[in-house]
């Protein structure tokens, strides 16, 4: 089957504690992106990736880093979280850049 | 500046009724879009989009599009809503090459 998966699904941590959220998709897909979603704002770029080795920041790129070794993984690592990352965090994946993008199901984060 | 505008924050609707959900676009060439679905708890899901060609989309669960170039719209109809369909819907545009812009979203509320 076709997916995007994410994990954790849930997670609650505190200031500073660095971390590390996965993704990882099985259809080959070489554009892959990090979404953050919060009430009222919609989904914001956080990160994306045109292919292995290539990243490039999205519209709300402070605080996070990511990297693509493998052409299925896009990790989302936040080094020293703080309270204002406290969000809905989602994982997608395309085929190209611009086309329908595939999403994970969402990581829920709540730092404290 | 590209824009995706969903006028409605929420709209709700008698189970049975039609729908029209509203998306105005701003985009200097003639862009991709999609119409997304979020059920709670989940990520999103693609409900239909258009890259070129015939004007009115057909999607997934009932639902269709139209792409009117002369409005810049792109307004997602179903003609008999169903319980489940309430959710978040998000229209998105993008374009060949280029990044995916989303709209901030309408929750769908369905009475009984």
């Known amino acids: 089957e076709a997916q995007v998966t994410q994990n954790p699904r849930y997670l609650i941590t505190v200031t500073g504690k660095k971390l590390t959220v996965t993704c990882s998709q099985n259809?080959?897909?070489?554009?892959m992106s990090w979404y953050r979603q919060d009430p009222g704002l919609g989904l914001r770029q956080i990160y994306y990736?045109?292919?292995?080795?290539?990243?490039d920041k999205g519209d709300v790129p402070e605080g996070y880093k990511v990297s693509r070794k493998e052409k299925r993984n896009f990790p989302l690592i936040l080094e020293s979280p703080s309270p204002n990352q406290t969000s809905l965090y989602f994982c997608?994946?395309?085929?190209?850049?611009?086309?329908?993008?595939?999403f994970g199901p969402g990581t829920r984060l709540t730092v404290l | 500046a590209q824009s995706v505008t969903q006028p409605d924050i929420h709209i709700t609707v008698s189970e049975g009724a039609s729908l029209e959900l509203r998306c105005n676009y701003s985009y200097g060439a003639t862009p991709y879009l999609f119409w997304y679905v979020q059920s709670p708890g989940q990520g999103l899901q693609l409900l239909l989009k258009y890259f070129s060609g015939d004007t009115l989309v057909q999607g997934i669960k009932g639902f269709e599009a139209e792409f009117k170039r002369s409005q810049s719209s792109f307004n997602l109809r179903k003609p008999s809503v169903h319980w489940s369909d309430a959710a978040e819907y998000f229209c998105a545009v993008g374009a060949r090459d280029d990044k995916i812009i989303f709209g901030k979203g309408t929750r769908l509320h369905i009475l009984p």
């Open positions: 259809m080959n897909h070489e554009y």
């Open positions: 997608a994946s395309s085929y190209l850049r611009g086309h329908e993008q595939f």
């Open positions: 990736s045109m292919n292995v080795e290539v990243t």
